[in-house]
């Protein structure tokens, strides 16, 4: 058809997997899937974590990653099988027609290249227009972005910019060399919903202006409603549903699709207060260096035994700085810590072997979080005899144990993190942080890698082990609906200031300041046209201004 740009027919994709003790054999991770995206369209692809969605979305760059290969099928890009693209032609077609946005930019850039160097590279390399009308162009996607000092981010290096930040500049980057199509894959992950607010409307703005086509792949449902024309539901490498956004969100007909659609209700029931109080964080400021200016700004909250304290607000607002004044791994120049009736040494250095047990860390980013040379069980392992001196055969149970845990089980432990998707590498983070026993645990955007029901069951299990162990969560996040499924109170962050907190029914209930009432607002919502109705009500607030 004329109006096909993306013809997938019947597409097989496999890998080798080495089983311990057991011969190297190969499987099918991918099982005949059919699609087409048209000219202009956004085809939404959902699913759990490992159900294939970027391993399917990479097929159309004729790309399979980690061992993974295409083993059949046809892809057609333009009319022509991008299979049989060989050498100089398949480079020019991966930076010119087709371009991609990965989950981790922070593992995407390189850390020695400016940032306007790699959002223009492309356009350079492949001669598609000079280095000027290229940078003209990033900085006109900076703009639409929502990018701080949209003319001279670009010269900054990728550690210089907050991980949102760095996620729009990924963005950016796909759509400078105005190819055909573009893969999404999570793009808004490491966004807070206000900003992922802008940034869906300059994807959405972008098709709509150039005939941009995209592969939108995520794990929330109600954001690839706002952006997607069509959505196909996958589940281990193979189509469940497909349909309008319309039938998808509001009439699904499969019950894996009909769960997905029902799994952002989830609401915690807030504990009551218990006056035993574990962490005490009073009166923090602290900047970094070189920096003239403080980031976190007369800071005081306090978390009580087996509670969880959500800390909640924008990119760049303070919330993970926070956690790293708590860790030790940020000295504050005002202000103390006490955790366990104790007050902490301001310096990681000063800190108790002890210290470092009871405090334990899982960071946003599964990516660069683990040594990639290293197997699961070592990773897991290594707290276990750190710690506690666990060594053969008790410390091989309790990897196991553990493994069991996050639902993964005993068949990963002599993987890699290559050979993972990012949930499952998200879960190992989390079994490594429970390997310590801590009384406190510092979650920095856990649940963000992971689809819905994934997400869900993780939740119910920090939950299920706070009861077990009495064990405190400190939960950094941008998910409000992470926020209503798993806290007790809730710190309201704005650049560098709490300006809201307390427990979570008076936080989550007005009157609301006018940063919380944005907050709110900008969840995403399951239904046709509530990004247009809320970037219209904002328009309307704006010019009555």
Not at 255 to 283: C, F, M, W
Not at 367 to 383: E, H, K, L, W
């Amino acid at each position: 058809m004329a109006d096909t740009l993306v013809d997938v027919r019947g597409l097989k994709i496999g890998a080798r997997i080495f089983p311990p003790g057991e011969k190297p054999k190969d499987i099918e991770i991918v099982h005949g899937v059919d699609f087409t995206v048209e000219k202009g369209k956004v085809l939404g692809l959902i699913g759990e974590s490992g159900a294939g969605k970027s391993t399917i979305g990479l097929s159309t760059l004729a790309y399979g990653r980690g061992g993974v290969e295409l083993t059949g099928g046809e892809v057609f890009v333009n009319g022509r099988d991008i299979l049989n693209l060989k050498g100089g032609d398949l480079r020019t077609f991966r930076g010119h027609e087709v371009t991609y946005v990965s989950q981790s930019a922070a593992a995407s850039f390189n850390p020695a290249k400016k940032i306007m160097a790699q959002v223009t590279e492309a356009c350079t390399k492949h001669n598609l227009c000079s280095k000027e009308e290229a940078e003209a162009r990033a900085v006109t996607l900076f703009t639409k972005l929502g990018l701080p000092d949209p003319e001279n981010i670009g010269n900054r290096y990728p550690h210089q910019v907050s991980g949102g930040q760095l996620q729009r500049c990924m963005t950016a980057l796909a759509l400078c060399p105005q190819p055909d199509l573009v893969i999404f894959d999570e793009p808004t992950t490491a966004l807070d919903v206000t900003t992922q607010i802008d940034v869906l409307a300059a994807i959405k703005e972008a098709i709509r202006d150039t005939g941009v086509a995209a592969l939108y792949i995520t794990h929330d449902l109600a954001v690839v409603a706002q952006v997607s024309d069509h959505i196909m539901v996958l589940q281990h490498g193979r189509m469940v549903e497909y349909g309008t956004v319309d039938h998808i969100i509001n009439t699904p007909s499969e019950p894996y699709t009909q769960a997905l659609v029902s799994v952002r209700s989830n609401i915690h029931e807030e504990k009551p207060e218990t006056g035993d109080v574990v962490l005490k964080v009073d009166g923090i400021s602290a900047r970094y260096s070189g920096l003239k200016f403080d980031v976190l700004k007369d800071v005081s909250v306090e978390l009580e035994a087996g509670h969880t304290l959500a800390v909640v607000g924008e990119s760049g607002s303070g919330k993970s700085t926070l956690a790293r004044v708590i860790t030790g791994l940020l000295p504050p120049h005002t202000g103390s810590i006490e955790f366990g009736g104790r007050t902490l040494s301001a310096d990681l250095a000063g800190r108790t072997k002890e210290d470092l047990r009871e405090l334990q860390m899982i960071y946003q980013m599964a990516d660069v979080a683990m040594n990639p040379r290293q197997t699961i069980g070592t990773i897991i392992g290594r707290p276990l005899e750190f710690y506690f001196g666990l060594k053969g055969a008790e410390k091989h149970k309790r990897i196991v144990e553990l493994l069991d845990e996050i639902e993964m089980g005993e068949g990963f432990i002599d993987r890699y993190p290559a050979e993972l998707s990012g949930g499952q590498k998200q879960r190992v983070c989390i079994a490594r942080a429970l390997a310590a026993k801590p009384k406190l645990i510092i979650c920095d955007e856990v649940t963000s890698a992971l689809d819905p029901l994934v997400a869900e069951d993780i939740l119910k299990l920090l939950l299920n082990l706070q009861k077990i162990e009495n064990v405190s969560y400190l939960f950094i996040t941008h998910d409000l609906a992470t926020v209503k499924a798993i806290a007790d109170s809730i710190a309201v962050m704005y650049q560098g200031e709490l300006v809201r907190y307390g427990p979570k029914s008076k936080v989550l209930n007005p009157p609301f300041d006018d940063y919380t009432d944005l907050l709110l607002s900008s969840v995403p919502e399951m239904k046709l046209g509530w990004l247009e109705e809320v970037l219209a009500h904002r328009k309307m607030e704006s010019a009555g201004n």
